[in-house]
């Protein structure tokens, strides 16, 4: 094909680059240059080559906070992606239901995440919160401040409520866009409940729960404001994930250089597996 | 074996989505419903499927009254406009997802696949998936699977309208060597003309949520009860111009035509109506008649040529065979075939001999 030349269009691009440049390649660059030298201000530097990388690798607080980071992206995966699937099931296909659901579904995606966080902290109070209270009423030993197991629940709980709608909105549309040929073909052929499910709606709701599972991941993975301000990151450091535990490393400790190594081993690990989940999630489908 | 609709009637809310229908069709028939979009075919197909109650009225199966029986106790199949398969299922284990329901051996559902898939030019992709195949294959899949089963009662939802151009006439073609020497009743839904007649079998035409005629397709064709019929079936549109007859002599109301009739009827003023394809740039037939237009559109299809004319203040049509190119504007005289008039009264309902 012939293409003429233009180089006008890099007044196009320009813009874009530039943007891109000032809040994403530059910090990023900040970050390597950190990775890679000691300082102590003044900007002075010295050269420690891959020092700080091995540090972090073998040691057994990054192992330890990224344990618990897998754990609980795990945990609320699965939950999230079944739960958000089951109550796209029951929604209203027609009438005034619709939009109703929609708009109570979308609301906790609209609140702040920091908001979110300083609620449900209130909420689960053992002294004063309505959930905290409540439970300790009813007879159970909670205290999110002081037991691993119950600040564990709580940010659990936290999470599932506020992006268990994320995964009911696309679930929704994927659901939604499934022709109602499909369903009287099913039904000619005599097919159970379980079988329209499993046969028509999972294969047809693919490609986005394939983006909801990939968007929960990343979003989970890189989860900081709501535990920070629910538990900051405790009781010790039981619910410190990456990030919690990066920033304390970064500017709590102010130990700049394993703090970038850390976070560039942070991103590859998001990478690598958003990039093998698509691959794997991709690999049938054609063509298309 | 036969299907019969029994004064079906149905309502959406105050919507009228199906007037009062009877129809009776036989077993090893083949039936199309013509009509335009929302005339009502995919409706009545769901009541006769069971897929949908009607409102008011009965379905009769082989002497028994059906109505209200749930679909998978009816033994039916049906096709849809979209390609409808299973997405994760092979081509084999869609076609043979029917029978796999109501627990037909491994060895016969082998044999009886393998039939249908030669049939259906299906043989070499099998193992595929459906959004590995081309549209046309996707719906030779889900006509295997409607064929598969033995069904009484085959229902075809626009079939052929998603494929492009090529697709659709070469499985157009098939379509009646498929349904040949099948113990069955198949109803097609279809908004072509021309589909009908390469179908066959009998004919309902529809407008609007009402059957307007119903009978052998070319006796529909050749004598539609009335106008509406004869609109529903001819495409391009029919053209309607209103004559006078005194004594045996016809005539545009503007005299700018004249013939003799051969038809009895009283003197008066009727409604003829022609089809493009009896509109020429030559003549045809003994009984031709010279008619001056002035050209709007003219076009090519294939190797006929459609052009758009009018005449007083009346839009015309005509289907010339082989290639005629007109310039807009131009005046040309073309030729009717006044044999092939078909005659309406003032309530346009047909009008013959007698």
Known sequence: MNKTINQKAWFFVIPVFVLVAFNAIIPLMTVVNYAFQETFGNNVFMWEGTRWFKQ?????????????????????????????????????????????????????????WNVVGAMWNIFALPDIGFLGHSLNALGFDYNFTQQIGDA????????????TSLVVLLSYAGLQSIQPAYYQAAEIDGASRWAVFTKIELPKMKKVLTIAILLRFMDSFMIYTEPFVLTGGGPGNATAFLSIDLVKMALGQFDLGPAAAMSLIYFFIVLLVCWVFYTLMMRNEGNQ | MSLELKNVEKKIGLDTHIYSTNLKLEKNTINILLGPTLSGK?????????????????????????????????????????????????????????????????????????????????????????????????????????????????????????????????????????????????????????????????????????????????????????????????????????????????????????????????????????????????????????????????????????????????????????????????????????????????????????
């Not at chain 1, 057994?60 to 980071?69: K, P, T, V």
């Not at chain 2, 294959?137 to 006509?143: E, H």
């Not at chain 2, 397709?217 to 549109?237: C, E, G, I």
């Open chain 2, 42 to 354: 995919t409706t009545l197909m769901q009541i006769m499927a069971g897929l949908d109650k009607p409102t008011l009225g009965e379905i009769w199966f082989n002497e028994k009254n059906v109505t209200g029986m749930k679909v998978q106790k009816r033994n039916v199949s049906m096709v849809y406009q979209q390609f409808i398969n299973y997405p994760n299922f092979t081509v084999y284990e869609n076609i043979a997802s029917p029978l796999k329901i109501t627990g037909v051996s491994s060895d016969e559902t082998k044999q009886r696949v393998g039939k249908v898939a030669e049939l259906l030019k299906l043989s070499g992709m099998l193992n595929k998936k459906p959004n590995e195949l081309s549209g046309g294959q996707q719906q030779r899949t889900a006509l295997a699977r409607a064929l598969v089963k033995d069904s009484d009662l085959i229902l075809l939802d626009e079939p052929l309208a998603n494929l492009d151009f090529k697709l659709r006439e070469e499985l157009r073609e098939e379509l009646p060597r498929l349904f040949e020497d099948r113990d069955c009743i198949v109803v097609y839904a279809t908004t072509e003309p021309s589909e009908a007649l390469l179908l066959g079998g009998n004919t309902a035409t529809l407008q609007e949520g009402k059957v307007i005629q119903y009978g052998k397709t070319l006796d529909v064709y050749n004598k539609p009860n009335s106008l509406l019929s004869a609109q529903v079936f001819s495409d391009p549109p029919m053209n309607i111009t209103k004559i006078k007859k005194v004594g045996d002599n016809c005539s545009f109301l503007d005299d700018s035509v004249n013939w003799k009739s051969k038809i009895n009827i009283r003197d008066g003023e009727y409604k003829v109506g022609i089809r493009p394809h009896n509109i020429t740039t030559y003549k045809e037939g003994s009984n031709s008649l010279e008619i001056k237009g002035k050209v709007l559109i003219s076009e090519l299809s294939g190797s006929e040529s459609l052009i758009h004319f009018t005449k007083g203040d009346l839009n015309w049509v005509s289907l010339s065979n082989g290639i005629v190119q007109k310039n807009v504007g131009d005046e040309m005289n073309l030729y009717m075939n006044a044999d092939e008039f078909i005659y309406f009264d003032h309530n346009e309902r047909l009008v013959t001999n007698g």
């Open chain 1, 56 to 112: 972090i690798m073998l040691s057994e607080r990054f192992h330890a906070s990224l344990g618990r980071q897998f754990l609980f992206t795990f945990i609320i995966l699965f939950i999230q992606i079944p739960l958000g699937i089951a109550i796209a099931l029951t929604m209203p296909k027609e009438g005034v239901g619709v939009p109703v659901c929609l708009v109570l579904m979308s609301m906790p995606l609209l609140i702040p």
């Open chain 1, 152 to 163: 564990w629940f709580t940010t659990i709980l936290m999470d599932v409520w506020h992006w």
